[in-house]
């Protein structure tokens, strides 16, 4: 086992309702991750950008419109996470990025009403409660675009 750092942050989906914060809250902690920084930040379109810069790279200037339609001005809830393989175990408690294929007992599985067909049928953003970083490397990167 490897002690790493992990990053989340809870999208404007999950801001909506103060229970759903809670809970999301309570299974990260109760799952043994440390919170070793946490802040509440309105979302700019340069960080928003360079956060899912590889998503407008790979899917162009229709997702660019989807991300910032979502995101523009919006507030998310940013943590720096700590535990063994917290990368791997942050993913395996968030769940698939579509709701609908997300398992039972993950947060995306348990608690969002989305799905990643419907959102692209509707040219807009999924609604997936959460964001966790996919990597060590994307971890550091993305807690220098949210923290610093």
Not at 80 to 94: F, I, T, Y
Not at 116 to 130: D, K
Request: charged residues 25%.
């Amino acid at each position: 086992m490897s002690l790493e750092n992990t990053l989340v942050f809870f999208k404007p989906d999950t801001l909506a309702d103060a229970k759903l914060v809670c809970t999301v809250t309570e299974r990260i902690v109760n799952a043994g991750f440390r919170v070793l920084k946490a802040k509440l930040t309105q979302v700019t379109d340069a960080k928003i950008l360079e956060h899912y810069d590889h998503l407008v790279k790979d899917h162009g200037e229709s997702m660019r419109r989807k991300i910032l339609s979502y995101f523009s001005g919006a507030t998310v809830f940013v943590m720096l996470l700590e535990k063994d393989n917290a990368v791997l175990s942050m993913r395996e408690l968030v769940g698939a990025t579509d709701p609908v294929k997300a398992d039972k007992g993950t947060i995306r599985g348990d608690l969002s009403k989305d799905s990643l067909q419907v959102a692209m049928s509707e040219g807009r953003f999924v609604n997936n409660l959460i964001h966790a970083s996919d990597s060590a490397a994307s971890a550091e990167r993305e807690s220098r675009i949210w923290l610093s």
